[in-house]
């Protein structure tokens, strides 16, 4: 898996600490000393391989609405059968959190499908399932957000369900504890206008695991 490093721009960054540390009910600002836990950076769980496509834009002709999709190839080489349900969450540099699938029109989907000419890609709802075992019984995948706002240059999507590794985490002042997953974490950015980039693929800059 390509591993790409570039400095993180400091407005989105900031604004995804708040946001996992509100779902989480923890305080934004934590003791220096009491760092989140970090995955491994090799498999100590069972992972799926997860072969990412490209991030783009696309404009529906009929209703001049945008909407941002994303490809990718889900492969199972563990010991057992998986079940795969995806959890693509896309975050802007707006304050959007956008979940695939949601309010997203089927003729959508289709059109999306039918100018990537792939009929063998599997919408949100679709690939949900049985993951068998090896190559031969790989999936592809369509996942598909509304752009509400096209004037954003940061963008953050994090691919849940790849990895069976989980931390176990507890609050500072409730004692509650919470289990976190390993999660992948691809950020891109968008120079320039969004509107103007339709259907090429935005910029990859930074490729990590999380623990979310």
């Known amino acids: 898996m390509q591993h790409l490093v570039r400095p993180r721009r400091p407005v ?61 190839q889900i492969t199972n080489r563990t010991q057992r059968d998986r079940v795969w349900a995806p959890d693509l ?25 039918g100018l990537l000419g792939d ?7 679709e690939i949900i399932g049985d993951l068998l075992q090896g190559p031969e019984h790989a999936r592809d995948g369509l996942a598909v957000w509304p752009a509400g706002d096209l004037a954003v240059n940061e963008l953050t999507l994090f691919v849940g369900g790849i990895s069976g590794e989980t931390a176990r985490v507890r609050h500072p002042r409730t004692g509650q504890q919470f289990i976190l997953r390993k999660t ?6 968008v120079p320039g206008a969004a509107d103007t980039r339709l259907n090429q693929p935005i910029e990859l800059v930074e490729e990590r695991w999380v623990m979310r």
């Open 12 to 72: 989105l960054a900031a604004m995804l600490v708040a946001a996992v540390a509100a779902l989480a009910g923890f305080p934004a600002s934590r003791p220096a000393d009491a760092g989140p836990p970090q995955p491994s950076p090799f498999p100590v769980r069972w992972e799926l391989d997860f072969d990412a496509g490209p991030l783009r834009l696309y404009l529906d002709p009929a209703e001049q609405t945008a909407w941002w999709y994303f490809t990718y």
């Open 89 to 113: 969450v896309l975050y802007t540099d707006a304050g959007e959190i956008l979940d695939s699938g949601d309010a997203v029109p089927t003729r959508i989907t289709e059109a999306i499908r």
């Open 119 to 125: 009929e063998l890609l599997e919408t949100q709802s």
């Open 184 to 189: 992948l974490q691809r950020d891109y950015l």
